[in-house]
């Protein structure tokens, strides 16, 4: 009896979170899947079956095709700005920069307490291409600042800066945490043996830091392409003609402006499969990494 | 012993009877007295919803038997739209709802609602009301794709041309001159051959309000018979002068904050943008800004959208539909909807108000909103079309952005108006 009541114990432990996460997100995502396959406004009281229709018109659709190719750009600038550029600042600072490196972290974070409506409408405004204050400065010296918010590469660069700016220390941080975390004694090995620093950061650092590595890398796509969304919603709206727009804008409009559920849930459903992908990916790195040191 | 036995059941069969006594009466209040009602708007603090509050405060100290409570909801006509549908989910809808009119026919064909014809007839037994109040062209505006009527206009605006008046007599331009769209161009090519300044701002949010004011303005229907017809000669000649204008960098092309912050700043001469920016400008232009009424293309009249939205009952008991329409007509009383209008921007909908001392004086002192009262008279209900009325607004979005960024204006248009007619049938 007592050895009974030891094995349910675990689960009734779990049963908690269990129920929080089926009720909030396991059957939400079943009920996305559901409606992927009708045609339904969200408040009529019929929905039609269109089998298949949806997720062709996810593949097929022009605009729906710019929108995933636009995902993919979205995600190169994000992968460069937000985790290759942190790492490598995360690496002068711990390897190159021995003074402040306190006051680094603690500017770097700051920017991540704020709400990302404040910085996307303070950055409409400093980046106004016509009356901004950079604009003036520019204009001062002969050049006149481009249209960024016409230009679809343009404006997504700018949404990526924008999203930079929230997400860079926080990367940073995690980063330099996990440089720190590796052991003191294999670095002054290194040392000792007269490895030149590129190799010992290549050889060494890289591959003893790959568990955070991948987990920000990971992070900074699939939490990127959300964090993206305030800035298009606030700036662009998706235009122009949705040069600015992505998968998780694209889902939103269909969803709570066009009302078009069945499309919108196609396109989350989709998302979410290339997010189980990366994920996939993440477990298979961290995973190998935790056994090459058990 | 017996004795205080006695008193003691006595005493409790006192306080029992009390109870029940208290509990009688307070049932008695309750259920013939104060009925709670629900108001369901889009007002942010900054955006009247101080006034909204000061309204049903008002209200609710001036009637003893109705309790009104005010709820803003964020992110405008469209934020409200999706909170009304998880209500509708859960049985507890407001009683009130304030409904943009570009949601008038998707209101009117998934929602529950009580007609203002309706009430009037049921709570008042007559039309009165409605008739005294209204005229037709207003009431039109709340009509469905049917004809029917879905709720009462409550805030009104039209576009108008925002000028900077310092910048016209630097450069020599009489006001007369921009009545037109030509002149409007003309004006811009002055202004820009001579400083670098960007002539004219065309307002650009997520809709195509004003687009469709300059189409009207050239003799196009945006639709006609329930289709769209908007990609006629009139509505590709506007789109045209549009994209000309655009190209040759007498009109800025960018998003809505932008371009107002721009003509803000003194660097665009126009802007063409809803009498809703006047606070604003009146408050941010350290130079002198005026308004004049919308323009139109020579051998055309003005013709532009009305803007803003109407107020429509959801409240199903028919007595809590009896409080929402005391609470309606007193919110149409001219001294409430003046001061609606003072806190908002918009601009009264019924006769009595825009008549009143109060707001005529207001006026006065605001000359700005006068073009807008003038252009009341040439304004048209915003266009609704009867099926997937928000899909066919994102396509004219698109077919703005697409002409902007240098497509065959006839070709996009007439695309644009295929692919809503085909979502008609």
């Known amino acids: 009896m007592h050895n009974k009541n030891k094995r349910f114990l675990p689960f009734l432990y779990l049963l908690p979170t269990a129920i929080l996460l089926v009720v909030f997100l396991v059957i939400p995502i079943l009920y996305t899947f559901y409606l992927s396959f009708f045609d339904w406004n969200l408040i009529a009281p019929t929905k039609e079956f269109v089998g298949l229709r949806n997720y062709l018109e996810v593949f097929t659709d022009p605009v729906n095709q710019k929108v995933i190719l636009n995902t993919l750009i979205y995600i190169v600038f994000l992968v460069v700005l937000n985790f290759l550029v942190p790492y490598f600042i995360s690496l002068v600072v711990k390897f190159f920069i021995s003074k402040m490196q306190g006051v680094y972290k603690v500017l770097f974070f700051i920017p991540s307490l704020f709400s990302l409506v404040v910085g996307a409408m303070v950055f409409t405004w400093i980046l106004n291409p016509v009356s901004g204050p950079i604009a003036y400065i520019l204009k001062n010296f002969g050049i006149a600042m481009p249209n960024w918010s016409n230009s679809g590469i343009l404006a997504i660069t700018v949404i990526c800066f924008i999203t930079n700016w929230k997400v860079f220390g926080y990367n940073f941080i995690l980063l330099l945490t996990g440089l720190g975390s590796i052991p003191k004694n294999i670095i002054d090995a290194a040392k000792v043996d007269g490895i030149p620093k590129w190799r010992l950061i290549w050889n060494v650092i890289l591959p003893m830091n790959r568990g955070i590595g991948i987990y920000v890398l990971i992070l900074t796509i699939v939490q990127g392409l959300q964090y993206v969304f305030t800035p298009i919603n606030v700036i662009t709206t998706g235009g122009p003609y949705y040069g600015s727009s992505n998968m998780i804008y694209q889902t939103y409009l269909n969803a709570f402006v066009l009302y078009k559920t069945g499309t919108s849930s196609a396109l989350a459903i989709v998302t979410f499969v290339i997010f189980l992908i990366l994920l996939f990916i993440e477990i298979r790195f961290v995973e190998r990494k935790a056994k090459n040191y058990a | ?425």
């Open chain 2, 1 to 425: 012993m017996k004795n205080s036995n006695l008193k003691r059941v006595l005493l409790m069969l006192g306080v029992m009877a009390m109870a029940v006594l208290f509990t009688a009466c307070g049932k008695k209040t309750s259920a013939t007295s104060v009925k709670h009602i629900t108001y369901w708007h889009v007002n942010a603090q900054t955006q009247g919803g101080a006034t909204v509050d000061e309204l049903v405060k008002k209200f609710n100290d001036t009637h003893k038997n109705i309790k009104v409570t005010a709820k803003y909801n964020p992110d405008m006509y469209k934020g409200l739209m999706q909170n009304l549908q998880s209500a509708q989910a859960s049985g507890k809808v407001p009683d009130i709802t304030q409904v943009g009119w570009a949601y008038d026919n998707y209101f009117a064909s998934n929602f529950k609602y009580m007609t203002p014809t309706d009430a009037a007839k049921k709570f008042d037994g007559n039309s009165k009301f409605i008739d005294s109040n209204f005229t037709k062209r207003t009431l039109s505006f709340a009509k469905d794709s049917k004809g029917h009527l879905v709720g009462l206009p409550y805030s009104l605006s039209t576009p108008v041309l925002f000028i900077n008046k310092d910048i016209l007599s630097k450069y020599n331009i009489q006001e007369d001159s921009l009545a037109t769209w030509e002149g409007i161009k003309e004006a811009s090519k002055k202004i820009h051959d001579q400083s670098g300044k960007y002539g004219l701002y065309i307002q650009e949010p997520a809709d195509t309000w004003a687009q469709q004011g300059i189409m009207l303005s050239n003799g196009a229907d945006i639709q006609k018979g329930g289709k769209a017809a908007f990609a006629s000669a009139g509505g590709v000649g506007a789109y045209k002068y549009y994209q000309e204008m655009v190209n040759d960098k007498l009109a800025l092309h960018t998003p809505w904050a932008q371009g107002m912050d721009s003509f803000i700043k003194g660097d665009v001469a126009m802007a063409f943008t809803t009498i809703a920016q006047a606070s604003h400008i009146k408050k941010s232009a350290s130079f002198n800004a005026a308004a004049i009424e919308a323009p139109h293309f020579k051998d055309h009249k003005t013709v532009v959208p009305v803007g803003g939205s109407m107020l429509a009952i959801t409240a199903q008991d028919s007595e809590q539909q009896k409080a929402a329409w005391e609470f309606e007509k007193w919110m149409y009383k001219a001294e409430a909807a003046v001061t609606w209008s003072k806190g908002t921007g918009y601009l009264p909908p019924t006769k009595v108000a825009l008549e009143s001392s109060a707001f005529k004086d207001y006026v006065k002192e605001n000359p700005m909103l006068d073009p807008a009262v003038k252009t009341l008279d040439n304004a048209v209900p915003w266009t609704s079309f009867p099926k997937k009325g928000l899909q066919a607004e994102q396509a004219m979005i698109d077919a703005r952005d697409k002409i902007l960024s240098g497509s065959d204006v006839k070709s996009t248009l007439e695309t644009a108006q295929d692919k809503i007619n085909a979502q008609q049938k």
